[in-house]
């Protein structure tokens, strides 16, 4: 359906336009390469007008997937004390996050994208812009290493929100937190500051 020209005025309707527009955009071009002009002309309106109901770029990035998790508020609780120990802290914090209400909205997001390549597009997106980017920068990896230390973190988030939260296997499933922590905290440490086997061939 061809969306009417001109600009929108300050409607209900609005905010959902500006939000279909951004998901569009994020989707398609990825978080770095849309830009608030671009999404504002697809949505029909000023791009201050963006600004007023989202505020950065950012906060239009998160409104779009929807998750009530902030990593501008958990990340620093994460990386402070640097490198060292950070492994237990990231995912005792990835626990506390995802064993509370909170964790109910981002199960439903891992199982959306599970199925739907747009939602899985945001939700890469997220990972990649949101979290590891900046987890990897306030911990000041070495930029040519971060993308794979971080990629692998991923796969130890994932997996446990699959197996954890999702298929509910035991006794993981309700393993406490302290032990989980224990189990996986070392390997997250190694992925994120330890020696990994051909990563100097790959710089």
């Known amino acids: 359906m061809a969306r009417r020209s001109g600009r929108r005025p300050g409607n209900p309707d609005t905010r959902q336009a500006i939000l279909s527009a951004a998901r569009e955009a994020f989707a398609e071009r990825g978080f770095d390469h849309a830009s608030i002009r671009a999404i504002a002309?697809?949505?029909g309106v000023d791009p201050a007008l963006i600004h007023h109901y989202f505020g950065t770029k950012d906060g239009?990035?998160?409104a779009t997937i929807d998750i009530?998790?902030?990593p501008q508020e958990l990340l620093p609780q994460v990386v402070a004390g640097g490198l060292d120990g950070v492994g237990e802290r990231?995912?005792?914090t990835f626990l506390r996050v995802w064993d509370s209400p909170a964790g109910t909205a981002g199960?439903?997001?891992?199982?959306?994208?599970?199925?739907n390549e747009?939602?899985?597009?945001?939700?890469?997106e997220f990972m990649e812009t949101q979290v590891l980017r900046r987890a990897t920068g306030m911990l000041e990896i070495d930029p040519a290493e971060a993308p794979l230390r971080s990629s692998l973190v991923a796969t130890q988030m994932a997996g446990m929100v699959l197996v954890r939260y999702i298929l509910r296997l035991e006794p993981l499933a309700s393993a406490p937190a302290d032990v989980v922590v224990a189990a996986v905290g070392p390997t997250v440490q190694r992925y994120l500051?330890?020696?990994?086997a051909g990563l100097a061939d790959r710089r």
């Open 193 to 196: 500051a330890g020696d990994l």
């Open 68 to 70: 009530p998790i902030d």
């Open 60 to 62: 239009l990035f998160m």
């Open 90 to 92: 990231l995912v005792r």
């Open 41 to 43: 002309t697809s949505a």
């Open 118 to 124: 747009w939602t899985a597009r945001l939700l890469r």
């Open 107 to 115: 199960v439903a997001l891992f199982r959306s994208a599970m199925n």
